[in-house]
């Protein structure tokens, strides 16, 4: 049931009001490896730079992440520096430097190409559909995409939608796709192009599975104190899919499920910088946070006839 | 078990992408009491002008409204006029006319004061509290504010909390009251000035309840029309404090119902203009999308052992 990720390897230098890094492990692959490899092992496919921290990277590897699959180029690593507001709210991109990353070309390993679930982290979709051509038959794919895929390369995003089980995407992004403001008329316009699963992520309010079988929501997990944003809808891809990997079930109540996952380890994430709070994380803090968002959604109606 | 309600009666001109409407019902005891009443009847105190339609006022008795408290003054009734963006994201005030409002003082009748369950709509907080000391002993008070009495009448507003066992309040209202930007945060600092209970309203995202005994989040109903996004808030508190008195239960198992009823009520309040959609709104049509709720969070863990 193997769980492959193609995406970013990328260096972070986040500065928040709690305190800034310069350089840590950042990314897509990374954030979702890092989250997923907590349920189930991962396979990552990427490109880093030469001057790429690779014994970093490789602390990936004790934590269940299969590293086959990431080609090291001549030339400086992806670097993303950013700025969040005092709230956390907003965030302003200081600098994009894509070195390397600029001609990625994913090529998966052949021990790759019989994973059965695949996570198309958010780069241009003529290199997610390539990846889709190199796979033999995976059970279920979900992908990420953005404003500027959204815009700059539409008829490529919607030939890959037609091609994916799940698209993940913001509200933002659901609504410029469908060009509907409304999130659920948006999510079912989706729906019309391809995918069977639209997951609306929603920040700190938390997420939306919309599908024929209807509307599931979780909500994020309440936290007091929130350090660095970066990744979480990354992290939550890798619980939502790290989830469906390991119990390969594809169900309605699986993928409910796999959101819960998700939403937790999204809230993970955000608890420290970088991928820091997954280096340490276990299986049974993991099991206990996905627990405790029962108990956030529980009530029970009283039988008809008692009270209104 | 008699719910009270005090608050604005309003006629309210509102326009949105969808059309218009032109001195409508309106204000926080008008929504307030029609969202109640579906659940238990609800007693109004407030005020209106001598230009008032009182034909219309009056078709709220017939739905379960009891208006002995509503005094008629000389002069005009507060009127509200304003324009809702595309999206209905945001709202410009267009014109506010306090008129007879700007005199309230509420005057308890002597058959209302021994209600059980007051909601104390968003008035000067002074006038709330009048409003405690005219009732005997109520099993539970609700109050609502917005930023307008936050930050200018603090001392007596904080007096005021002291007194009421749930304040409700947008995410907005909750951050500038607490000075601090954590909705969890903002919270937990509420409930250390009195209120046993904080509800949280975040529009299109939901509701949070956050007391000693945890955190609840009910998820707003997903809607693809939205008409009018007047007076949610308000439909919430009534639907909210109307299964509170008709169950005359307090646990917070009972607030989590509360909850839950309060979203369905706001959800049916954005459905049309004014109070439009709670005049032909039947018990049935309640349960049936309360009990929708509990699809909409429904998920079930596998047991321990089984999958991640």
Not at 33 to 55: E, F, K, N, R, W
Not at 80 to 99: A, C, F, I, P, V
Request: with cysteine.
């Amino acid at each position: 049931m193997s769980l492959l990720v193609v995406g970013s390897i990328a260096l972070d230098s986040v500065q928040t009001p709690f305190g800034s890094t310069a350089d840590a492990l950042g990314g897509s692959a990374v954030f979702f490896a890092m989250s997923g490899a907590l349920l189930h092992p991962v396979q990552v496919v990427g490109v880093v730079g030469d001057d790429y921290p690779m014994d970093r990277l490789e602390r990936m590897a004790k934590r269940g992440v299969d590293l086959a699959g990431v080609s090291r180029a001549q030339g400086e690593s992806f670097r993303w520096k950013g700025k969040y507001s005092y709230d956390l709210q907003n965030r302003e991109t200081l600098e994009t430097r894509l070195g390397v990353f600029a001609d990625f070309a994913p090529r998966i390993p052949p021990q790759f190409r019989d994973a059965r679930y695949v996570f198309l982290g958010n780069i241009d979709p003529e290199l997610q559909l390539s990846v889709l051509d190199q796979v033999d038959e995976p059970t279920l794919v979900a992908c990420d995409t953005m404003n500027y895929w959204i815009q700059g390369k539409r008829d490529v995003l919607m030939e890959l939608l037609r091609r994916v089980d799940v698209l993940l995407v913001n509200d933002a992004e659901a609504r410029q796709l469908s060009g509907d403001w409304n999130i659920f008329r948006a999510a079912r316009w989706i729906l019309q192009h391809g995918p069977r699963f639209v997951v609306v992520k929603q920040g700190e309010y938390g997420a939306v599975l919309v599908s024929g079988d209807g509307i599931f929501y979780v909500p994020a997990f309440p936290l007091e104190q929130v350090f660095d944003p970066t990744g979480a809808g990354d992290a939550f891809a890798g619980g939502f899919m790290g989830h469906l990997a390991a119990t390969d079930d594809t169900t309605s109540a699986s993928l409910r499920r796999a959101m819960v996952y998700g939403s937790a380890m999204g809230s993970f994430a955000v608890e420290q910088f970088s991928v820091l709070r997954f280096d340490e994380l276990t299986p049974d803090e993991v099991r206990l946070r996905v627990h405790a968002f029962a108990d956030l959604v529980r009530f029970d109606l009283l039988p008809v006839g008692e009270g209104a």
